[in-house]
T-cell receptor, first 115, second 114 residues
Framework: AQKVTQAQTEISVVEKEDVTLDCVYE???????LFWYKQPPSGELVFLIR??????QNEISGRYSWNFQKSTSSFNFTITASQVVDSAVYFC????????????FGKGTRLHILP | DVKVTQSSRYLVKRTGEKVFLECVQD?????MFWYRQDPGLGLRLIYF???????EKGDIPEGYSVSREKKERFSLILESASTNQTSMYLC?????????????FGPGTRLLVL
């Protein structure tokens, strides 16, 4: 069975602080994909990153970075020098190879960046 | 850029009404999806389609039906709306079947059933 756990329901940090959003997944497959999406107050889910299970290199995109650790089944997301515009709900998601393109989403982490 | 549009941002309907939610994508994507999002429950897949006139049940298809007559358009139908269908509905699309491609989402429709 697939499962994505985002244990942090809600996080508040002061602007310019770094913050890490945790994601732990479960799968029996060796080939799978992991995703992060951002949902700002407007409601639309915005795609941030897609990573396949064979690529364990960390990824950095501006202030965003992702740490993929297969050994601990984690795909954590760090925002450096957070800004108020980063306030949103963030979803981690998993898709297994040849499973009808379904994506299983975590419950999300609501991030508040305080000015 | 991928563009997924949904016919309404906000909708108010009465119990028993037939409700149509429309979704259109402009990138020739094969797959289209309908989710509902509820507090504490996250996103749950209602139906998806990987081709015209094809549909597959998701995790919570009861009370819903779908239609995909054209590749770019995927409609979600509530045959007889009920108050427990008050929710945020999100449409998404992805490029190719069986490739675990990124899903791109529309802005969502907030449906209130009175």
């Amino acid at each position: 069975a697939q499962k994505v756990t985002q244990a942090q329901t809600e996080i508040s940090v002061v602007e310019k602080e770094d913050v890490t959003l945790d994601c732990v997944y479960e799968t029996r497959d060796t080939t799978y994909y992991l995703f992060w999406y951002k949902q700002p107050p407007s409601g639309e889910l915005v795609f941030l990153i897609r990573r396949n299970s064979f690529d364990e290199q960390n990824e950095i995109s501006g202030r965003y970075s992702w740490n993929f650790q297969k050994s601990t089944s984690s795909f954590n997301f760090t925002i450096t020098a957070s800004q108020v515009v980063d306030s949103a709900v963030y979803f981690c998601a998993l898709s297994e190879f040849n499973r009808d393109d379904k994506i299983i989403f975590g419950k999300g982490t609501r991030l508040h960046i305080l000015p | 850029d991928v563009k997924v549009t949904q016919s309404s941002r906000y909708l108010v309907k009465r119990t028993g009404e037939k409700v149509f939610l429309e979704c259109v994508q402009d990138m020739d994507h094969e797959n289209m999806f309908w989710y509902r999002q509820d507090p504490g429950l996250g996103l749950r897949l209602i139906y998806f389609s990987y081709d015209v006139k094809m549909k597959e049940k998701g995790d919570i298809p009861e009370g819903y039906s779908v239609s995909r007559e054209k590749k770019e358009r995927f409609s979600l139908i509530l045959e007889s709306a009920s108050t427990n269908q008050t929710s945020m509905y999100l449409c998404a699309s992805s490029l190719f079947r069986q490739k675990q491609e990124t899903q791109y989402f529309g802005p969502g429709t907030r449906l209130l059933v009175l």
